[in-house]
């Protein structure tokens, strides 16, 4: 389903889906029961509990800091076929044109087990112990799939169709990958 403005099918620079299928499940139950999973499925998503972090939020200080961090990560710890993307990936990523980051990547591995969940992880981190901030107020299209998921596993235990929490500790803070 759409998540925040971006329609299944939509691709990046590289022609690869934002959004991916993960998993498919066949769900039973009465087609009531169905139906109002259906429905309580499409209102599932952790906004207006936190903001989605989108490319308006990547205005925002701590966003933009974080940033900052992650395409450090990047310099530091990435190889490349061509010495001088490393920077251009990172000032690519610090202007927020994170869509020719990602062409520049293709041609990039990553060193000594490095990683973009490491290096946004540390970067996070970082931001929170220099500044006090954490990023507790956003989420990312991940964030909603595990809310989204956690919905459907309940129904399959109960049987019961139930409203997301937003509130719930899923939505705080973005999720950068997702495996269910």
């Given at each position: ?15 690869e889906a934002f959004l991916k299928k993960m998993k ?96 946004l992880n540390q970067a996070v981190m970082r931001i ?53």
């Amino acid at each position: 389903m759409e998540n925040h403005g971006t329609k299944p099918g939509t691709v990046d620079a590289h022609g690869e889906a934002f959004l991916k299928k993960m998993k498919e499940l066949t769900i039973t139950g009465t087609k009531k029961d169905l139906l109002a999973l259906v429905n309580a499925y499409h209102e599932c998503e952790c906004a207006p509990g936190t903001d989605f972090i989108s490319v308006d939020a990547m205005k925002s200080t701590v966003v933009q800091d974080i940033i900052v961090q992650a395409a450090n990560y990047a310099t530091d710890h990435l190889d490349c076929i061509n010495p001088t993307d490393v920077s251009d990936i990172a000032h690519s990523m610090q202007t927020g044109q994170i869509d020719e980051a990602l062409v520049l990547l293709a041609g990039c591995t990553w060193k000594d087990g490095a990683s973009w969940d490491d290096g946004l992880n540390q970067a996070v981190m970082r931001i929170a112990k220099d500044t006090g901030q954490t990023l507790n107020n956003y989420h990312v299209c991940n964030n909603d799939a595990a809310l989204q998921a956690n919905l459907i596993a309940k129904f399959q235990q109960t049987g019961v169709v139930s409203a997301c929490d937003r509130a719930s500790e899923t939505c705080k803070g973005p999720k950068w990958f997702y495996s269910p």
